[in-house]
């Protein structure tokens, strides 16, 4: 497993954006898919997107799928969640998760992902 730490959130006004960051120790990052998924309050985490370890392919919610980007640089052991055209639905706590076994395909199911992040507040004002 690799250690997560997530960076980038903030208070942002509807239609703006940021851009999460998630850094990994450990040299297996590379082999991982790797996801942000977020919580609301009250809510189990859900599966946000996610990207395969050579970056290839990648999957999104429907509720962000145009407006989010998540990319990874292998060489800078990050994963990256753009976030463009922010809604006040988008308020949240979002994590990053690598996934418990290597080389797999992209999967929306938070058990499979044994390694998570701290999470960091994205709040989006109306």
């Known amino acids: 497993q690799v250690q997560l730490v997530e960076s980038g959130g903030g208070f942002v006004q509807a239609g703006g954006s940021l851009r999460l960051s998630c850094v990994a120790s450990?040299?297996?990052?590379?082999?991982?898919?790797m996801a942000w998924f977020r919580q609301f309050p009250g809510k189990e985490r859900q599966f946000v997107a996610g990207?395969?370890?050579?970056?290839?392919?990648?999957d999104y919610d429907d509720s962000v799928k145009g407006r989010f980007t998540i990319s990874r640089d292998n060489a800078k052991n990050s994963v990256y969640l753009q976030m463009n055209s922010l809604k006040p639905e988008d308020t949240g706590v979002y994590y990053c998760?690598?996934?418990?076994?290597?080389?797999?395909?992209?999967?929306?199911?938070?058990?499979?992902?044994?390694?998570w992040g701290q999470g960091t507040q994205v709040t989006v004002s109306s």
């Open positions: 990207i395969v370890a050579n970056s290839v392919s990648t």
């Open positions: 998760a690598g996934h418990t076994n290597p080389y797999r395909e992209v999967t929306r199911t938070a058990s499979d992902f044994g390694s």
């Open positions: 450990g040299r297996t990052f590379r082999s991982l898919t």
